[in-house]
């Protein structure tokens, strides 16, 4: 029988074969959280690991079977998956991966559990196949070792260039570093930090500091730090502001805390879904961040009379910018995903540009590497709304300035790869 950590590493990824929640949503989860720490561990590196090389691991899986790797069944290859990802990529027992793999297979489909017995111990035996030349073929190593799909390796190396292609790939396939800020409200919470053997490092966006360790998440529960990449605490320090703040598309509540933290004198955090805004009052509630009021709220038909002193939009987006952090979005999304977001976060900055007072700013951001999403939505939008125009920038945010807007790249600042423009409505 498989442990814990492997059965539900299977579940989850048989689960994001099919549409319904992410794998955020699942690694979310009661089951998952009763699991102790270090089956949590376990499960993590997993399940992300074979997520962010699922190319690489189809690649070597590729010669052992008898079909395409797309007609081999869910659970199956599944457990495919997660066997050859513990076999050439953990330090795990190539006897335990097979075993418990082909306890997977049989638990959900019991006459392929001979098939996926053969082909893994085929695998420890063999090893992995050579990756493709990246110089040579460099599309041909993006959708194996580089562990994109097709169309978002052909578009990669056509608008980057395929050494940009290739550098932004492999970044996406390292952990990401785990960013924090501190709770001012916490006098020594930079001296618990170092007390817990984290050594913080600040970052170039104010207040960011890179700190990773197994107490994280403990100071993380208890109200001391918050995990936020830098791209995100960027964007909210570019919609700061001592006045009224909105921040349209709210959840999950780390920039409307983080606007509070700023001085803002109220912020009012908008978020449609009724779960999502009970999961922002308890991060509210533990931060300890007043001035801040959460209203169940749609961006696109916002309910607001008045006019706020800065407009914070972080819209709905592919999540491009997150593939090191959130694998599971590049086999979920396709290039039609991209055009249907642009579409609405047009709809979405048109709605909330209304709410911006004159001398006031707006701010627009999207965790997305694709211009589509980014640059052209803000072009567009300047030259249908010519009351709002670039807003200076502050000297720190210089070193991320890409044209006339701002970005982070996660091949040049680690993290995730963020789309920010900051405007302002001139009185």
Not at 283 to 310: E, H, I, K
Request: aromatic residues 6%.
């Amino acid at each position: 029988m498989a442990t814990a950590s492997r059965a539900h590493a299977f579940r989850i990824l048989l689960a994001l074969e099919r549409a319904g929640p992410t794998l955020a949503d699942l690694l979310a989860g009661d089951e998952v959280a009763a699991l102790a720490q270090r089956d949590r561990a376990f499960l993590h590196e997993l399940l992300l690991g074979t997520l962010r090389h699922r190319g690489a691991l189809d690649h070597a899986l590729g010669p052992l079977v008898d079909r395409p790797i797309a007609e081999i069944d869910a659970a199956p290859l599944a457990a495919l998956r997660l066997g050859a990802y513990q076999v050439l990529r953990m330090r795990v027992p190539h006897r335990a991966a097979v075993t418990e793999s082909v306890d997977l297979a049989r638990s959900a489909a019991p006459r392929s559990a001979g098939f996926v017995n053969a082909v893994l111990r085929r695998l420890a035996r063999e090893g992995e196949p050579p990756a493709p030349d990246p110089k040579a073929d460099p599309l041909r190593w993006l959708t194996t070792a580089g562990s994109l799909p097709a169309w978002l390796a052909q578009r990669w190396v056509e608008r980057l260039g395929p050494d940009v292609a290739l550098s932004r790939a492999r970044a996406f396939l390292d952990r990401p570093p785990s960013v924090v800020r501190l709770n001012p409200r916490v006098a020594d919470a930079r001296g618990r930090l170092e007390a817990a053997g984290l050594a913080p490092r600040p970052l170039a966006v104010p207040g960011a500091w890179e700190a990773a360790g197994p107490a994280l998440s403990g100071l993380a529960a208890d109200g001391i730090v918050y995990v936020q990449d830098q791209g995100s605490q960027l964007a909210a320090h570019l919609a700061a502001s001592n006045g009224r703040v909105l921040d349209a598309c709210a959840a999950p509540g780390g920039k409307t805390t983080l606007l509070a933290d700023l001085g803002a004198e109220r912020v009012v955090g908008a978020e449609l879904s009724s779960r999502r805004l009970r999961v922002m009052d308890a991060l509210v509630r533990r931060w300890g961040a007043t001035g801040v009021r959460l209203v169940g709220a749609d961006a696109g038909r916002p309910p607001f009379r008045g006019t706020f002193d800065s407009v914070l939009l972080d819209a709905p987006c592919s999540g491009l910018g997150t593939l090191g952090r959130n694998p599971d979005i590049k086999w979920k999304t396709t290039s039609a995903d991209v055009v249907r977001h642009a579409g609405r976060q047009r709809e979405l900055l048109f709605s909330v540009s209304r709410l911006v007072k004159p001398g006031g700013r707006l701010v627009y951001s999207v965790c997305s590497t694709e211009p589509e999403e980014g640059e052209e939505i803000v072009e567009g939008f300047l030259h249908d709304h010519p009351l709002f125009q670039p807003s200076p920038l502050p000297a720190w945010a210089t070193p991320f300035l890409h044209g006339r807007f701002v970005r982070t790249f996660p091949e040049r600042d680690g993290g995730d790869g963020f789309f920010v423009a900051a405007l302002e409505r001139p009185l």
